[in-house]
């Protein structure tokens, strides 16, 4: 729960519909839950403004765009730059293909959600923007052969 909000029965329907169509207009949205429209556009609002709901946005497919190729790459971070991460995961989101940045425990410290034209140029991220990043220790790649978007999960 973001800054203590306590989700309703009806705000959990509000984000289950929210989540499987965020194109949905208030008018739709409140026949759905069964709420007036004001009252539902009203919980919208408290549960955007309560960081429950971050924001909209388009789900691409990658491969429709032009990227054949997907991958998960794990990276460690240097032990004597832990405290560049921050930085380190800016720089890594403002790259072009980067679909995602994890920051993860475990042997690896993050993750990147990559999606390249090919092969070769997965090679070529690599080499280039994470070769080139003194901070970073060793990389594991695995290469993502079918993606199966679910729901966002609310939780119980």
Not at 54 to 68: I, K, M, S, T
Not at 119 to 139: C, E, M, S, W
């Amino acid at each position: 729960m973001a800054d203590g909000i306590r989700l309703t029965p009806t705000d959990r329907r509000i984000l289950a519909e929210l989540a499987g169509d965020g194109r949905l207009s208030n008018k739709e949205l409140a026949a759905r839950v069964g709420l007036p429209r004001s009252t539902c556009h009203g919980r919208v609002r408290a549960l955007e403004e309560a960081g429950v709901i971050r924001g909209y946005h388009a789900e691409l497919d990658p491969v429709a765009a032009g990227a054949g190729v997907e991958a998960l790459i794990m990276v460690a971070v240097k032990d004597d730059a832990r405290d560049q991460v921050p930085a380190i995961t800016a720089h890594l989101r403002a790259i072009p293909g980067v679909q995602r940045v994890y920051l993860i425990g475990g042997v690896h410290d993050l993750v990147i959600h990559v999606a390249c034209e090919s092969v070769p140029g997965l090679r070529d991220f690599l080499r280039t923007h994470l070769g080139a990043v003194p901070a970073l220790g060793q990389t594991q790649t695995q290469l993502i052969f079918e993606q199966h978007p679910g729901a966002a999960v609310i939780p119980a």
